[in-house]
Structures are given as C-alpha cells and as structure tokens.
C-alpha cells in the first residue's frame, strides 16, 4: 500500500472510531482479517418511482414493481463481505429475486432487485415493504417502503426539459432531442416523433421517478423546418403531448 493510500486508510479509521465504530478483526468469510480492519453495521435503502425523496412506488392491482435494494458496506481497511438481503411482503403479494446475496468489498456500494406484485384483488392504499441487509455471525440493517395500490387517475404527465423548445433551432453536425416527464402517479411509456417519424420511444418501468428519453440525431443535411412532437402516457391511459417547431441551422 503506497503512502497516500496508507493515510487515507488511516483517516478514515479515526472518523468512524470517533462515531462509535469498533476496530476488530474479522471472521473468515465475512470481512478482511488484517488488524486494521475497522468493522460497522452494513446500511440498506430502497430506490422508488414516486416522486424524489418520498417513499413508494404506485402499483395497480396484478401489477409487479420492481425495487433495488441498496446495500452500503461501511468497513474501512476490510476484505470484502457477503451480504444477504430479505425483503418482507404483506399478506397476498408476492416477492422474487433473482439474486438475493451481494458481494462488496470496505467501503463500496450495490444492489439487489426485488420485483413485489400485489394481489389482483388488492384495495387501494399504501402496503409496507421492508428490506433487511445482513452479514452472516456480525450485523444487519433494515430499510422501508410501500407498494401504494391505486385504481383510479384522472390526471395526465407532466412534460419538461423538452429539447428543441417551441421556436428554438439547432446547430452543428448531430445534436440530442428529446424530454422528460413525470407523473402523480406513474409514466408508462415515452414516444418522440419528428416530422412525424418515431425515432424513440422508453418504457418506463424501472425505478427513477422521472423518465426520459433522448435521441441523437444526424443533422448535417437537414438544414430546414422540422416538427418534434413529445408524448407521455401513463398507466391509467392518460396522455400528455406537446410539440415544438424548430429550425436546424
């Protein structure tokens, strides 16, 4: 271990030992077994689809979400450590994974998924999820969430961030078209047409609460008019659509 290595290492001890972390070595299989290995409980939280900074994903009924449960390895100067992750349903929903074991060395990050279907019979409301992360003989972590059931909406997507904007123009030889959006419930799908050809088109079902989609397109010899037309649905069929006339220079 080179010197500026050795320091770090050597830093970092000092702050968790200053937040309560206990030094000890630990036991095969489960971490580094050099003396300075300075062990902590593992954390765990899960990634949703609604909206940034609040827990939940919205389902329909017969509907599966998926989740990724991320798990943080706080040892600092440890080997690797094996972790396994658990995820707890109510009643009448059901939980697979296709892995539920992660291996992570001192100090890094990863994930499992966890794909959480609900009763096809399920009243609307918010139902807990709970994520347990736990290293084998040492310490586990917990983490929440909800599969909130909903059977009805009204209210159609956001758009934003829509590039070109209505008048704008582009320049050079390729440029990104394209956009956002988001919803009070959930985006199913993106298309982005131009002079009325689809060139894109995102399903939205993984975890980020905003979808997005973004074209690169060639513009060296399409120097003229054109016409962008951005379209988001969710999953109750509720559509949004703007449209932006552009020159490309």
Request: aromatic share 10%; proline share 4%.
């Amino acid at each position: 271990m080179s010197k500026r290595n050795r320091f770090f290492v050597v830093m970092a001890m000092i702050t968790l030992l200053a937040l309560g972390a206990t030094t000890a070595t630990a036991a095969p299989g489960t971490g580094g077994s050099t003396s300075g290995c300075t062990s902590s409980a593992p954390r765990a939280s899960i990634d949703n689809t609604w909206a940034w900074g609040s827990p939940g994903s919205w389902g329909m009924p017969g509907q599966e979400l998926k989740y990724a449960i991320d798990v943080f390895n706080n040892d600092v100067g440890c080997g690797s450590s094996n972790f396994v992750v658990t995820v707890s349903v109510p009643n009448g929903f059901s939980v697979s994974m296709p892995s539920s074991t992660i291996t992570l060395s001192s100090a890094s990050t990863g994930y499992v998924w966890a794909y959480v279907t609900s009763p096809a019979t399920a009243a609307d409301g918010n139902y807990p999820l709970t994520a347990v992360v736990a290293r084998a003989g040492n310490s586990s972590a917990a983490a929440t969430s909800s599969y909130k059931v909903y059977s009805s909406d009204t209210v159609a997507p956001k758009l934003y961030w829509e590039n070109p904007a209505d008048g704008g123009s582009l320049s050079g030889r390729s440029a990104y078209v394209g956009f956002t959006s988001s919803d009070d419930h959930a985006v199913k799908k993106l298309n982005l047409d131009i002079d009325g050809v689809s060139v894109g088109r995102v399903l939205c079902d993984n975890i980020s609460s905003d979808c997005q989609v973004s074209y690169k397109w060639s513009i060296r010899r399409v120097h003229s008019q054109h016409t962008a037309t951005f379209t988001s649905t969710d999953w109750m069929g509720n559509v949004a659509t703007k449209t932006a006339t552009f020159s490309v220079n």
